[in-house]
């Protein structure tokens, strides 16, 4: 048996859902299943937001096999219970751990090959709340300044783990979220990868109309994602990293016209500070895209991906707009030079 751990928002469950495709593509004679456990802890939320739950199923229907569907209602109970009362949440988001612990004692022996958090000090920092202390402005600009003379100085890509793993173990795995990095295979699985993240046909009379917009035009999608993942993007909104890209477009596209997407509590800010992503409103072609929210969040990514470049930030629901566009002289750009885009800055 392979489970596989997925958790937080549509980016991410995308990507781990990418690790169960793979893990599945290894090992054809074996059961693998996913795992959703942490959307019914409501504590979980307080320290990493879910967003909207579970939403593959609901965009995509997937209907992957869930491990839940497979094991006794009374075992699953002891299962639950365990793990709440291990609060992994407050233990530096250890779940692999606890998880397998409480497997292993309802009968299901699983190997945890996805880590200790807890022991090492390791975590997906894409992902936990961020200390206070890096929140300030001083902290972030330090960081920035690593960032950029990291970035000057090293082309090296990072060495990821293998998420093509192929065991006769029983395992435990998921939430790598490294197919989004270059050299991480996702190109092994693209056929499925593309197949299942197919998006259901536009409904809003404004969806269809901003889709209609976007294909007659050179358009050029940005995401600004700040709320929680501001400090992780601090050097895309102080580091000119947003006015390179867009002067590295206006450069190879002729009449781009700029749409912008952002997390709803970030719009007015945006609207304020064009210079920040090197446009000027009175004479760029601009707009806004701030209508779709809560459940309907997702369907940003689908129009941002009928987009003809992106200029995205650290963040895997702008990733995914980028490498589902299918426009095959697409300009897509990131601030990461590992990051899986067709260029960097």
Not at 18 to 40: Q, R, S, W
Not at 94 to 106: E, G, R, S
Not at 171 to 187: A, C, D, N, P, S
Request: with cysteine.
């Amino acid at each position: 048996m392979k489970i596989i751990h997925i958790e937080s928002g549509l980016g991410n469950q995308m990507l781990s859902y990418c690790e169960y495709l793979a893990i599945k593509k290894m090992n054809p004679d074996d059961d693998c299943f996913i795992e959703t456990i942490v959307y019914d802890i409501p504590e979980c939320n307080d320290v990493i937001c879910q967003w909207n739950g579970y939403e593959l199923d609901r965009i995509f229907h997937l209907n992957a096999p869930n491990v839940k569907s497979v094991i006794d209602t009374q075992k699953w109970e002891q299962l639950m219970s365990e793990i709440r009362n291990s609060k992994f949440w407050l233990k530096n988001w250890n779940y692999p751990v606890y998880f397998t612990q409480a497997f292993q004692h309802i009968g299901i022996p699983l190997k945890n090959i996805r880590g200790d958090f807890e022991g090492t000090g390791e975590s997906d920092k894409t992902t936990l709340s961020v200390p206070r202390y890096k929140k300030t402005f001083l902290f972030q600009y330090i960081n920035y300044l690593r960032k950029r003379y990291l970035s000057h100085h090293s082309t090296e890509i990072p060495q990821f783990p293998d998420l093509y793993v192929q065991t006769e173990d029983s395992i435990f795995t998921g939430q790598q979220l490294t197919f989004k990095y270059m050299g991480t295979g996702i190109e092994r699985i693209e056929t499925e990868v593309r197949k299942a993240f197919t998006f259901p046909e536009l409904i809003s009379a404004r969806d269809k109309e901003l889709a209609k917009r976007v294909s007659e035009c050179q358009s050029v999608a940005i995401h600004a994602r700040r709320g929680d993942m501001l400090s992780f993007n601090f050097d895309c909104y102080y580091g000119g990293y947003f006015k390179r890209a867009v002067k590295y477009i206006r450069q190879r596209v002729s009449d781009p016209k700029f749409f912008i997407f952002c997390d709803p509590g970030s719009v007015e800010w945006a609207k304020h500070h064009a210079h920040v992503f090197g446009l000027d409103f009175r004479h760029d072609d601009i707009e806004f895209v701030d209508w779709n929210k809560g459940d309907d969040s997702w369907r940003d990514m689908q129009l941002m991906s009928l987009c003809k470049h992106q200029v995205i930030t650290r963040s895997s629901f702008g990733w995914w707009s980028a490498w589902l566009n299918n426009n095959p002289e697409k300009i897509t750009c990131s601030p990461t030079h590992y990051f899986l885009t067709t260029h960097h800055f």
